[in-house]
């Protein structure tokens, strides 16, 4: 008789954004005439750069020659994509990372949710709290964890990291030492980053213990500040102690377009067997490749006239990013994030619970946000907002806080 | 201390197709005056057809403006492709399934290989012999099954149903109840049919034993003959015992554009569980959509137009297969498939291996094909040949193959 992985009903209710939409959905059927402002999901809103609509219509148009016309992509990603990912995103900040180290995707979440996979169950994670779900869900499902404790609103066997207005929003070194450590900076919710110091501490703590840190730099294009890092990679000995995650969603406008690439530096090991192989085997076996107009698309990203655009609207969220951040802050807000990130930290008014302040936020204003809960119990009383509205609506929602 | 999922080591040596792809690198640098026919992966020629160029284009040009610019997709789909699916897939073969239990993705390899994880890793799988290398590798991989033991060349805690020339190539019932049975059809590798009456009784079998049938249907477009079935929904009682996986790879060239599906029937359920609500659930955690362009280019294969034009290209493998399959059995071979699929099943002469006929083709003929023994023990002494070529490298083909 087939059985399920009764690890999956361990997780308690639907996924966050699910939630979010049929609230959502459930308004504006009772309220057709309201016009709802999307801070909520964390989805990019203007259209792909013109070089990339360019360099999409001439990949389609190879594949419809039969001289040009390409079947299955490469396992681990196209050459012309890994070299100058490698060269600009590694070479060209100093980072020793070359092009047989990066492996391309579907994008950072899928990556993110199968790289531990690669790991063995008795590993203990930990993760922030707050944090994005995917690292602990994946968990969940895999059978890494112990069951859900709806109480405190946490997993058995995982070690959570409390990201505070006390401590910065930055995570501190646990007691228990961790197998697997997932981090996410610039961080996706709460806005923070950390420094390059900070960043190489963890970076010494995982050798010294033989941790692994999975790094999520999902957000680096948004960093201003120089002693941010963009890539663990920055900080010395990152190379036998890291996997790196990059996304081009947020990027270069690539939410419905998914791409994303993985780095596994080759000497990096965990009990003496190397991790590079064991993720180019999980590719080749059970990945079949980004779509070849896709990775072409990718490939336009890094070409002078596409950088170019595509700086103008990175440029232009962060606008919307400071819109939020200053316009909140004269209302009276305590708002955090927002300088190296799209995302904006709020502390939620009245010491409203983060569904509270939601339902609060959409009957009264016509506002979607995130509730901080929903990234675990370390983001209640908090609400996420992203930059990734257009200008009118950043400013038409900014004037709606300031009136409720 | 991390430690690394030590499932993976127990996989023997590379994955089949890298295997070949060295091979015959090293024999076209020793010899690059070969002109070499690659008849091994099952990679598809054709360009992509005018009406899916033209809808691609269509697309791009979309994500270029502010107004119809298109972020992430629906999780499971978008509703276009769905409800298209439903009615020209299912609905006109007089199949029962809705479009909210079709499942989008970026293709059948990431599904079924994805598929194992929403079951128990008790459940012990039933595979054919030859097989699909996936099936196995992703459920060895996930600690589904034993040791590999190199002198049988079959993994432990695995039901392997032998498909052999004295049964047809076609499995029988096993002594043992599989939980999960993995069948293709039309099949990769031997290009065996199983018709409407045989399928039917593993329908009623798994439904009377509470099994599940991972019905991979990747080739149902190559079907030619009445009684076998496109789907296995065709089979009363399907709907409470199959999962079925379909790719657009196969049907429209789609192989570098990534597109494919799953079905999951809603009351299909494991010990009182339904599987759709778990299958929704990896797709939201660990997943983000096939691309927009991709999706609406999959709509297209379903128009007047772009059935009639994929239909064409259909027609130019099937010529292919029946080039290979008179023209092998005028020059004496062995050979089976090709009728309903674009697969030829080859015994080797002279009681060659695999592997052994393998080189000496490639060596004497320069021709590439994939070794049986590749796909499991049960393939050892065959071949498989594609009829995805050219029609001129076929011909060419079959014409060394006569002077061989």
Redesign the interface.
């Known amino acids: ?6 690890n ?2 361990k ?1 308690p209710g ?2 966050l954004f ?1 939630t979010i939409a049929r609230k959502v959905r459930e308004y504006t059927e009772a309220h057709p005439e309201a016009r709802i402002i999307r801070l909520g ?1 964390g ?6 750069a ?1 070089e ?2 360019d360099t ?2 001439k990949a ?2 190879e ?4 001289e ?6 490469p ?1 681990l990603g196209y050459d012309f994509l890994r070299n100058v990912i490698a060269k600009k995103d590694y070479g060209e900040r100093g980072c020793d990372i070359s092009a047989d180290e990066i492996f391309i995707s ?2 950072a ?2 990556d993110c ?2 790289i531990q ?7 203990r994670i930990a993760v922030c709290d707050p944090v994005y ?2 690292y602990v ?2 968990n969940v ?1 895999a ?1 890494r964890t112990g069951a859900y404790d709806p109480e405190k609103e946490r997993f058995g066997n995982v070690i959570y990291l409390p990201c505070l207005e006390a401590n910065g929003f930055l995570p501190e070194i646990p007691e228990e030492v961790p ?2 450590i997932y981090l996410c900076f610039p961080n996706n919710p709460t806005g923070a980053v950390m420094k390059r110091s900070a960043l190489q501490e963890w970076v010494d703590y995982a050798n010294k ?4 840190i999975l790094f999520d730099a999902a957000y680096e294009a948004y960093i201003t500040e120089e002693d941010v890092p963009h890539s663990i990679y920055e900080c010395e000995g990152a190379r036998t102690c890291a996997i790196e995650f990059r996304s081009f969603s947020k990027t270069a ?1 690539f ?4 791409l994303g690439f993985t780095v596994i530096p080759k000497e990096l090991e ?2 003496g ?1 190397k ?1 590079h192989g ?1 993720w180019a ?2 590719h ?11 990775q072409r698309a990718g490939e336009a990203v890094y070409s002078d006239r596409g950088r170019e655009q595509i700086r103008e609207q990175i440029a232009y969220y962060r606008g919307n990013a400071e819109c939020i951040l200053k316009g909140l802050r004269a209302a009276g807000y305590s708002v955090s994030g927002g300088v190296n990130a799209p995302y904006i930290w709020l502390k939620t008014p009245d010491h409203m619970t983060s569904w509270e302040f939601f339902d609060h936020l959409l009957e009264k204003a016509n506002i979607v946000g995130t509730p901080g809960s929903g990234f675990g119990p370390g983001g209640e009383h908090y609400f996420r907002l992203t930059a990734f509205g ?1 200008r009118e609506n950043t400013l038409e929602a900014v004037e709606r806080f300031k009136k409720l």
Chains 1, 2 share one sequence.
């Open positions: 008789m087939a059985k399920v992985n009764d999956y009903l997780l639907s996924y699910s999901i989805d990019v809103t203007q259209p792909l013109e990339i609509v999409l219509h389609v148009d594949m419809g020659r039969a040009t016309f390409r079947g299955y992509a396992d579907d994008g979440k899928c949710g199968n996979e690669i790991f063995s169950l008795e590993n779900p995917v869900d994946s499902m059978g197998d697997l213990n033989h941790s692994v406008g939410t419905g377009l998914r965990a009990d067997v991790l064991l085997r999980r080749g076996t059970k990945y079949n490749g980004a779509p070849y107009i896709v257009s």
